[in-house]
């Protein structure tokens, strides 16, 4: 026999065992796949998923409004109209997606300021706007509480917060 027919069988015989050897590992690895799948379905399974009703018992308090904004000025929004604030944040910009849109108030931002509902209140934050927002004319340099009574202005429109 010729030393090439030597070499051609040895990396014949190399390759083989590569091959049975990459086989092993793959069928090892769908076997663990299959032993984890099987020992999770076994396990009792419990929906994160709550209707509103369940939830709220869970809260151990109602889904109740948080305070309302009314529109003391504005060229976008008439005057004395309220807006309910409730466990959703809302936001407040000239863009239409936003949950009231200032579209008329050229001084406001596309998103301009966010009202959130927390559990210890109402908290109102810039959103990275151009020309600020202020609340009782101190311009916002981060999330702030708001307190019944606060006037937060937005562009040239002006929401006072009430509980």
């Known amino acids: 026999m010729s030393s090439r027919a030597v070499s051609s069988v040895a990396v014949e015989e190399a390759l083989l065992i590569l091959k049975i050897a990459f086989l092993f590992l793959?069928?090892?690895?769908?076997?663990?796949?299959?032993?984890?799948?099987?020992?999770?379905?076994?396990?009792?399974?419990e929906s994160m998923v709550l209707p509103p009703h369940q939830a709220r018992a869970l809260i151990g308090r109602p889904s109740v409004p948080s305070g309302r904004l009314v529109v003391l000025a504005s060229p976008a929004v008439e005057v004395g109209t309220e807006q309910v604030l409730d466990s959703a944040p809302l936001t407040v910009g000239r863009g239409s997606q936003n949950d009231v849109p200032l579209d008329r108030d050229d001084f406001a931002s596309g998103r301009h300021a966010r009202f959130e509902p927390r559990r210890d209140g109402v908290w109102v934050e810039d959103v990275g706007s151009t020309n600020g927002t202020y609340v009782n004319g101190a311009r916002l340099s981060?999330?702030?509480?708001?307190r019944p009574g606060d006037v937060v202005r937005i562009g040239q429109t002006d929401l006072r917060f009430e509980q």
């Open 26 to 45: 793959l069928y090892l690895f769908i076997w663990r796949i299959v032993r984890t799948a099987s020992r999770d379905l076994r396990l009792p399974q």
């Open 142 to 146: 981060q999330a702030r509480r708001l």
